[in-house]
C-alpha cells in the first residue's frame, strides 16, 4: 500500500465539503443537501457523458468504415451530438392511439433509472464515490437487470409486433446472460474476499486481478465481456433492436425525448459495464504497476487516479463498440446456446477452479 | 370479369400472428411486403405481395420506339442496367439480322462485366447489412464509386446508364475508359480479399449463413432461380456460357457452381463471380479492336412482324426479352421475364420452418431488386 | 439437339399440333384442352425434359388470346416456345401449369392480373401488382381515360 499513498485522496475533499456544511446547517439539512448535490453532480455527468459516448461511438465506427464520423458542428465535431440532442428534444412525441398510455410512458424512466442507480455505486476515483455499499458488486448487479422491465413494459405496451418480439428476445437474452456476468463478476469476489467495490479496488494495489488471477481470471474477464455486452443490448447481440430484423425492436414507436431516454440509457449502460469491468478487472483506478520498478511505479502514481478510472473505463467502451462494429449478428437460438450451452458452463467450472485455487493460495 | 375478386385460398387463422414485413422496411430492399406468419420466432409461410412500384412499363413499351424502350429498361434492375440495355438492343439486332461491330461487342462485354462487379459490391455491403455486420456497407460501396467513376467518365450518368442503342453504342467511350478500368481492376484485386477477411471468415457469419435455406437444384430448376442464386444450387444457368452473346465466346471463364444450395453457396457463388468478372475484363479489355461504335442504323426502326426473344444474363440472373412486333415502329406486346420475379416466389420454400433473422438471410442472399420484380 | 430434331421428334409425340415455320425458336401451338397433357409430357418425356419454364405470358392478338410459354431443358439445352389459343375473350380460362412447374404459379398470376386470363386449378390466383377492380391493362381494348393519352 505504501507506493499508492502519493494518490490523491478524494475523501479529503469531500471530508472538507461535509464539515463545512455541518458548520453552515443543521444535520438533516446537510444530508438534504449533500444528496442534491451528488444528485446534480450526476444528473450533469450522465447528460454528458452519454452524449460524450455518442459521438465517441459515431467516431469509432466512422475509423472502422473508412470515413470520417461527424466533423462540422463545432471543433472536430464535438458539439455534433449537442445538436442531435437539441433536434431529439424539439421532435413530436408521436402519441400511439391503441398503445397503453400510462406504461409507455412509464418504460423510459425504468430504463433511465436503472442505469442512474448503477452508476451511483461505480469508484470514480480514489475516495469518489457517491455510495460504497458493502455488497457493491451484488448492487450493480441487482439494479441494472432492473432495466429490461422497461424494455419489456416498452415492448408490450407499444402495440406493435416489432416492438413485442423484441422485447421478448430481449427479456430472454438478459435474464440468460444476467448469469453468466453474475458468475465472471463472483470469481473475482471469491479471489478478492469482499464485494465492496472500494475493497475490490483495493485488493489489486499490487496487481490488478487479470494479471494476478493466473488464467482463470482472464477467462472471467472475456466471459464478462461477452455475456455484458449481450445484456447491454449491443451488437453483436444487439438482438431486441435488430434494425434489418424488426425495424428497431422494442423503441419503434418511441419518439423524441422518449426515444432519447432509451437511446442515453444504452450508452449510460455500455459505460457501467464498461466501468465495472475496469474497476473488478482492471484495477479501477488503481495505476498500472510492474513488480519492483520502484522509479516507474511512482511515475504512474502521479497521474490522477481519476485518469487512470477513465483510460480503462473507455478501453473497455472501445472493445465493446470495436465487437459492434465488426460481427454480424447472431440469431436468437445462436445467443441463447451461447449462453446455456458455453459460456455458463464454463463460468461454473471456471468458479470452482478459482475457489480452488485461492484455498490453496497459489495466487499471488 | 374485373368485379370479381378472387379470394386468397390459405385462411389465415386468428390464432396466426402475421407481421407485414415492408413495404417499409430496413431489410426487404425497397418497397416490397412479405406477409410473414410467425410463430414465436419461427416462421410458419411467407406470401409475398408486390406491385408496390409497378410501372406498367411492359404497357408503356407498346406506345413507344424502340429506341425508347432502352430508357425504360434501364429502370427495371436498375443494378444491372447495362444488361438490361443489351437484351432490348440483342433482340432488335437479332431481327434485324444486323451484325455489331466488334468494337462494340467487347465494350458491351467489358461494361456487362463491370456492371456485374458493381452490383455484386452492393449486394455484398447490403448483405453484410441484413446480417447486422454494419462496417460492410461502407468497403462494399468505397470499391463501388471506382467503377460508377469509369460509366461517369464514359456515359455522362452513374447508374441509369442507357449507353447502349440499337445497332451499337450511344457514342464512343471516354479515351480514359481503357485506363481508367486497368486501374480499377489492379486496385480492386487487392480490396477483394478484404471483403473474405472483414466477413467470410467470421464465425458468427459462418453460422449465420450455413446450412439456412437451403434450395435443391431440381427447386431451382422448378421455380425458375436463375443467377447466381441458382448457381449456388448446382444449376448451372450461366446463359454467358451455354448460350453466349457479344464477346462471351472470345474469352476465357469459369461458370461458378456450388451444390450446397445454402445461403454460405450462394453468397460464394457472388464472391467468386467477382473474381471470375475481374479475368473477363483483363482479357478484353486491352484488346478492344478500333472501329465504329454503332452498325449503321435506320432513324426508324421498324422490325418485320413476327416473334424475337432474346435472353442475357444479368447480375441476378436470367433477363428474357419476348418481342411480338406486327411490323410497326413500336412493339405489339413486349414481355420481360426478369429474374427477381421467378427468385421472390422462392421465398416461402427457402425460409418457412426457420427463424426471422434466417428470412433476413435469405432474402439478402437471393439479391432482390424490386422495381425489376414489379416492372 | 438442333431445331430441326427438336420439331421432328415434337411432331411424333402431338400429331395433331400446329408448327408454324420460319419462326426464331421451335414453336408449337396446342389447343387449350391439351395443354396440361401437353405440358405434362414436355416435362416428363425423357428426350425432351423440358424442365425449365423460362417465362410464361399471353398476347391479345384482338381476336383471341394467345398464351405463351417459353420452355429450356437444362440437361440438353434445348428451348422451345408452347403456345395455345384462347378464342373466349369473354371468359378466357385455361388450366394452370403450376402443378409441373412451380414457377408458373406467379407468372400466372401476373397474366391473371393483367390479362384476366383465369387459370384452372391454380392454388392461389389472385392481383399481383393492381388493385381488384382495375381492368386488364395489356388487353388490347383496355381504355383508361384518366391516366393514358392516346396518340
Given at each position: 500500500m505504501s507506493s499508492t499513498s502519493t494518490i490523491y485522496d478524494f475523501s479529503t475533499l469531500t471530508g472538507s465539503i461535509d464539515a463545512a456544511l455541518h458548520n453552515w446547517m443543521s444535520p438533516g439539512l446537510v444530508l438534504t443537501a449533500e444528496l442534491v448535490l451528488v444528485g446534480l453532480i450526476f444528473l450533469t455527468f450522465y447528460a454528458l457523458l452519454g452524449l460524450f459516448l455518442v459521438y465517441l461511438e459515431r467516431k469509432v465506427c466512422a475509423v472502422m468504415q473508412n470515413r470520417y464520423g461527424p466533423n462540422r458542428v463545432g471543433p472536430l465535431g464535438l458539439l455534433q451530438t449537442i445538436a442531435d440532442l437539441i433536434k431529439l428534444l424539439m421532435k413530436e412525441l408521436i402519441p400511439i392511439r391503441k398503445a397503453d398510455q400510462f406504461l409507455f410512458n412509464l418504460a423510459p424512466f425504468i430504463v433511465i433509472i436503472a442505469s442512474f442507480m448503477a452508476i451511483a455505486?461505480?469508484?470514480?476515483?480514489?475516495?469518489?464515490?457517491?455510495?460504497?455499499?458493502?455488497?457493491?458488486?451484488?448492487?450493480?448487479?441487482?439494479?441494472?437487470?432492473?432495466?429490461?422491465?422497461?424494455?419489456?413494459?416498452?415492448?408490450w405496451s407499444s402495440n406493435s409486433k416489432y416492438s413485442l418480439i423484441g422485447a421478448m428476445r430481449s427479456g430472454a437474452q438478459i435474464v440468460s446472460y444476467e448469469l453468466s456476468v453474475g458468475l465472471s463478476l463472483l470469481a473475482i469476489v471469491v479471489f478478492s474476499g469482499t464485494m465492496q467495490l472500494s475493497g475490490i479496488v483495493e485488493s489489486q494495489a499490487d496487481g490488478w486481478w487479470i494479471f494476478k488471477g493466473h488464467i482463470p481470471a482472464f477467462?472471467?474477464?472475456?466471459?464478462?465481456?461477452?455475456?455484458?455486452?449481450?445484456?447491454?443490448?449491443?451488437?453483436?447481440?444487439?438482438?431486441?433492436?435488430?434494425?434489418?430484423?424488426?425495424?428497431?425492436?422494442?423503441?419503434?414507436?418511441?419518439?423524441g425525448i422518449k426515444f432519447a431516454f432509451f437511446f442515453l440509457a444504452e450508452y449510460i449502460n455500455m459505460f457501467i459495464v464498461a466501468a465495472i469491468g475496469a474497476t473488478v478487472f482492471l484495477g479501477g483506478?488503481?495505476?498500472?504497476?510492474?513488480?519492483?520498478?520502484?522509479?516507474?511505479?511512482?511515475?504512474?502514481?502521479?497521474?490522477?487516479?481519476?485518469?487512470?478510472?477513465?483510460?480503462?473505463?473507455?478501453?473497455?467502451?472501445?472493445?465493446i463498440m470495436w465487437f459492434k462494429w465488426t460481427f454480424p449478428r447472431l440469431r436468437i437460438d445462436q445467443l441463447l446456446t451461447l449462453e446455456w450451452k458455453y459460456l455458463m458452463p464454463i463460468s461454473l467450472i471456471n468458479i470452482v477452479v478459482i475457489a480452488f485455487i485461492v484455498l490453496m493460495g497459489w495466487h499471488f | 370479369m374485373s368485379e370479381e375478386i378472387i379470394k386468397n385460398i390459405i385462411v389465415r387463422e386468428n390464432e396466426d400472428y402475421i407481421i407485414n414485413m415492408g413495404p417499409q422496411h430496413p431489410s426487404t430492399h425497397g418497397v416490397l411486403r412479405l406477409e410473414v406468419c410467425l410463430q414465436g420466432e419461427t416462421v410458419k409461410y411467407i406470401i409475398p405481395h408486390i406491385g408496390y412500384i409497378h410501372r406498367g412499363i411492359e404497357k408503356m413499351c407498346e406506345a413507344i420506339t424502340y429506341q425508347q424502350i432502352i430508357h425504360l429498361t434501364d429502370r427495371m434492375d436498375y443494378l444491372s442496367a447495362h444488361m438490361n440495355n443489351e437484351a432490348v438492343c440483342l433482340c432488335v439486332e437479332n431481327a434485324l439480322q444486323v451484325e455489331v461491330p466488334e468494337r462494340v461487342k467487347y465494350i458491351r462485354t467489358i461494361l456487362d462485366e463491370l456492371n456485374r462487379l458493381a452490383s455484386h459490391q452492393l449486394w455484398w455491403s447490403a448483405f453484410g447489412m441484413d446480417l447486422g455486420a454494419l462496417t460492410t456497407f461502407f468497403y462494399g460501396l468505397?470499391?463501388?464509386?471506382?467503377?460508377?467513376?469509369?460509366?461517369?467518365?464514359?456515359?455522362?450518368?452513374?447508374?441509369?446508364?442507357?449507353?447502349?442503342?440499337?445497332?451499337?453504342?450511344?457514342?464512343?467511350?471516354?479515351?480514359?475508359?481503357?485506363?481508367?478500368?486497368?486501374?480499377?481492376?489492379?486496385?480492386?484485386?487487392?480490396?477483394?480479399?478484404?471483403?473474405?477477411?472483414?466477413?467470410?471468415?467470421?464465425?458468427?457469419?459462418?453460422?449465420?449463413?450455413?446450412?439456412?435455406?437451403?434450395?435443391?437444384?431440381?427447386?431451382?430448376?422448378?421455380?425458375?432461380?436463375?443467377?447466381?442464386?441458382?448457381?449456388?444450387?448446382?444449376?448451372?444457368?450461366?446463359?454467358?456460357?451455354?448460350?453466349?452473346?457479344?464477346?462471351?465466346?472470345?474469352?476465357?471463364?469459369?461458370?461458378?457452381?456450388?451444390?450446397?444450395?445454402?445461403?454460405?453457396?450462394?453468397?460464394?457463388?457472388?464472391?467468386?463471380?467477382?473474381?471470375?468478372?475481374?479475368?473477363?475484363?483483363?482479357?478484353?479489355?486491352?484488346?478492344?479492336?478500333?472501329?465504329?461504335?454503332?452498325?449503321?442504323?435506320?432513324?426508324?426502326?421498324?422490325?418485320?412482324?413476327?416473334?424475337?426473344?432474346?435472353?442475357?444474363?444479368?447480375?441476378?440472373?436470367?433477363?428474357?426479352?419476348?418481342?411480338?412486333?406486327?411490323?410497326?415502329?413500336?412493339?405489339?406486346?413486349?414481355?420481360?421475364?426478369?429474374?427477381?420475379?421467378?427468385?421472390?416466389?422462392?421465398?416461402?420454400?427457402?425460409?418457412?420452418?426457420?427463424?426471422?433473422a434466417d428470412l433476413i438471410a435469405i432474402s439478402g442472399s437471393l439479391d432482390l431488386v424490386i422495381p425489376d420484380i414489379d416492372r | 439437339m438442333y431445331k430441326q430434331e427438336l420439331t421432328d421428334l415434337l411432331k411424333e409425340l402431338f400429331p395433331e399440333a400446329e408448327f408454324p415455320e420460319n419462326t426464331q425458336l421451335t414453336e408449337m401451338v396446342v389447343t387449350s384442352e391439351k395443354l396440361h397433357y401437353a405440358a405434362h409430357l414436355l416435362k416428363n418425356n425423357k428426350n425432351l425434359a423440358f424442365n425449365y419454364l423460362i417465362s410464361l405470358t399471353a398476347v391479345d392478338f384482338k381476336e383471341n388470346m394467345t398464351v405463351v410459354y417459353h420452355l429450356e431443358s437444362t440437361d440438353y439445352h434445348h428451348t422451345m416456345v408452347l403456345k395455345t389459343v384462347l378464342t373466349n375473350r369473354e371468359h378466357p380460362a385455361i388450366d394452370t401449369v403450376s402443378d409441373i412447374w412451380p414457377t408458373a404459379d406467379p407468372h400466372e398470376c401476373e397474366v391473371f392480373d393483367l390479362f384476366g386470363i383465369r387459370f384452372n386449378n391454380h392454388p392461389m390466383l389472385r392481383r399481383l401488382f393492381l388493385n381488384d377492380d382495375y381492368g386488364f391493362p395489356l388487353r388490347k381494348d383496355f381504355r383508361d381515360e384518366i391516366n393514358i393519352i392516346e396518340r
Open positions: 455505486a461505480t469508484p470514480f476515483a480514489k475516495g469518489l464515490q457517491a455510495v460504497d455499499l458493502n455488497i457493491g458488486v451484488f448492487y450493480v448487479m441487482a439494479v441494472s437487470s432492473l432495466g429490461v422491465v422497461g424494455i419489456l413494459l416498452a415492448g477467462i472471467s474477464f472475456v466471459i464478462f465481456l461477452v455475456a455484458s455486452t449481450a445484456e447491454i443490448n449491443r451488437g453483436p447481440f444487439d438482438l431486441a433492436e435488430a434494425e434489418s430484423e424488426l425495424t428497431a425492436g422494442f423503441h419503434t414507436e418511441y419518439s483506478w488503481m495505476p498500472f504497476h510492474i513488480g519492483n520498478w520502484e522509479a516507474f511505479n511512482h511515475v504512474m502514481d502521479f497521474i490522477p487516479s481519476m485518469v487512470w478510472f477513465f483510460l480503462k473505463t473507455f478501453f473497455v467502451v472501445y472493445l | 468505397r470499391d463501388r464509386e471506382m467503377i460508377l467513376d469509369i460509366f461517369e467518365e464514359s456515359f455522362g450518368s452513374r447508374l441509369l446508364h442507357s449507353f447502349n442503342a440499337p445497332g451499337g453504342l450511344m457514342h464512343d467511350v471516354h479515351p480514359n475508359f481503357q485506363k481508367g478500368i486497368k486501374d480499377f481492376i489492379t486496385y480492386f484485386r487487392k480490396k477483394l480479399p478484404e471483403y473474405d477477411q472483414l466477413l467470410t471468415g467470421n464465425v458468427i457469419f459462418q453460422q449465420r449463413a450455413k446450412g439456412i435455406g437451403i434450395m435443391s437444384r431440381e427447386k431451382a430448376i422448378a421455380y425458375g432461380v436463375t443467377g447466381p442464386s441458382g448457381r449456388g444450387s448446382g444449376f448451372s444457368c450461366d446463359l454467358r456460357k451455354y448460350a453466349p452473346y457479344s464477346a462471351y465466346d472470345k474469352v476465357q471463364f469459369n461458370e461458378i457452381l456450388y451444390t450446397e444450395g445454402d445461403t454460405l453457396a450462394r453468397y460464394k457463388v457472388r464472391m467468386d463471380e467477382m473474381w471470375e468478372s475481374m479475368n473477363i475484363i483483363e482479357q478484353l479489355v486491352d484488346n478492344i479492336p478500333e472501329g465504329d461504335y454503332t452498325a449503321k442504323m435506320k432513324p426508324i426502326i421498324k422490325l418485320p412482324a413476327g416473334e424475337y426473344f432474346q435472353r442475357v444474363e444479368t447480375a441476378r440472373g436470367e433477363l428474357a426479352v419476348y418481342i411480338v412486333s406486327d411490323g410497326n415502329k413500336t412493339p405489339y406486346r413486349m414481355k420481360f421475364r426478369s429474374p427477381n420475379f421467378s427468385n421472390l416466389f422462392v421465398m416461402n420454400e427457402l425460409a418457412a420452418g426457420g427463424k426471422i | -
